[in-house]
């Protein structure tokens, strides 16, 4: 499956360095989630890629219509608002502190500081730029279990150093202090995203008989809002959303996308292993890609982007196909 994912993707960006048109964007786009879908059955993960897909607009929606005209602390805040009192009725009370703790540290991680991290990269990089770089993702999510089994490869600083040349391609004559800023501000957003998805997943199994996840997860967005309240009260603006649209995505992205998205994403991360993670990380990068470059970025550097993103593929391919069967061979 994790070739055939590749392989898949691999194509996408092939289409795009030959400077696809949009039709030919959508069928890339189907040419991945179809087989997705066909191999839910074997996955059982029907959660991570409903939300896949409710993700693939956020990308845009934020770097179109918030980036630079709303105050991103304020923009973090009201979304992670919002999904707590989403889920503040279902709450219950009476947990373990361990796993109340516990839930609250991955909401840090995975939402507070990662949304900080990620808000600002908007201001430093197109939509697409920030797309392929969430590509080492499915990295991070690896190393991160192997480091919880007590075990490290050099390997990945290889894949690390190859995904840097594919950045450094897609802007080679643009360098400038604020790009290479967002490169290392977009890998710090996912790193904090999956240690957020792979501590969630690993706190659930460690306490096998706790209460219904949605009676949980309100701990979640408590322990987001005690990072981003402080952030927003410290490093905030009165750059607030000035048109209903602008309120309009906020209420969807906070209820929506944070509310649901991420109960439903780490809840369906309990139900699957560490390689289905992967896969369904590496799907955000094309669903979000081609959403962006088919409604509201026509005119981008197609070429570069492509090629670009080749070389990030590759160093996703170096870690599947060689680096981590090198490591499961020697555990």
């Keep these: 499956m994790h070739r055939l994912f590749l ?3 691999f194509k996408v960006a092939v289409s795009l360095t030959l400077k696809a ?9 189907f040419a991945i989630i ?8 074997l996955f059982f993960m029907p959660y991570l890629v409903a939300v896949t897909l409710l993700w693939a607009f956020s990308f845009s929606l934020i770097g179109v219509y918030l980036a630079g005209a709303v105050d991103s602390y304020f923009s973090v805040f009201s979304r992670i608002l919002m999904a707590a009192l989403l889920f503040m009725p279902f709450m ?9 703790l516990g839930l609250m540290g991955c909401g840090a991680l995975q939402l507070g500081l990662m949304y900080l991290f990620y808000y600002q990269s908007f201001l430093l990089l197109t939509v697409p730029e920030v797309l392929i770089f969430t590509v080492l993702t499915p990295v991070y999510v690896t190393l991160i279990y192997d480091l919880l089994h007590r075990r490290f490869n050099p390997g990945y600083l290889l894949t690390a150093a190859l995904a840097v040349v594919g950045a450094l391609v897609i802007r080679f004559d643009g360098l400038t202090q604020d790009y290479l800023l967002g490169f290392v501000v977009v890998q710090g957003a996912n790193l904090c995203f999956a240690l957020g998805q792979v ?6 199994e460690r306490h096998p008989h706790h209460s219904p996840q949605h009676r949980l997860f309100g701990y979640f967005y408590l322990g987001a809002l005690a990072v981003v309240i402080p952030a927003w009260l410290m490093l905030g603006t009165d750059q607030y959303p000035t048109s209903s649209l602008q309120w309009g995505i906020l209420l969807w992205l906070g209820l929506g996308a944070s509310g649901l998205g ?12 560490a390689g289905a993670l992967a896969i369904m990380n590496n799907a955000l990068v094309p669903a979000g890609l081609l959403v962006n470059l088919i409604i509201w970025n026509r005119d981008a550097d ?3 982007l492509g090629l670009g993103g080749l070389i990030l593929l590759a160093s996703l391919w170096l870690n599947e196909a060689w680096i981590k069967p090198a490591a499961t061979e020697h555990d």
Excluded: E, H
Aim: charged share 10%; glycine share 6%; proline share 6%.
């Design 7 to 9: 392989c898949l993707l």
């Design 21 to 29: 048109d949009g039709l030919q964007l959508l069928q890339a786009f």
């Design 34 to 41: 179809v087989p997705i879908f066909t191999n839910i059955s």
């Design 92 to 100: 219950s009370w009476r947990q373990p502190p361990r796993l109340a």
């Design 199 to 204: 501590g969630y997943k690993v706190l659930m």
């Design 262 to 273: 991420y109960f439903l994403w780490n809840k369906g991360a309990t139900l699957v292993n």
């Design 302 to 304: 197609i070429l570069r």
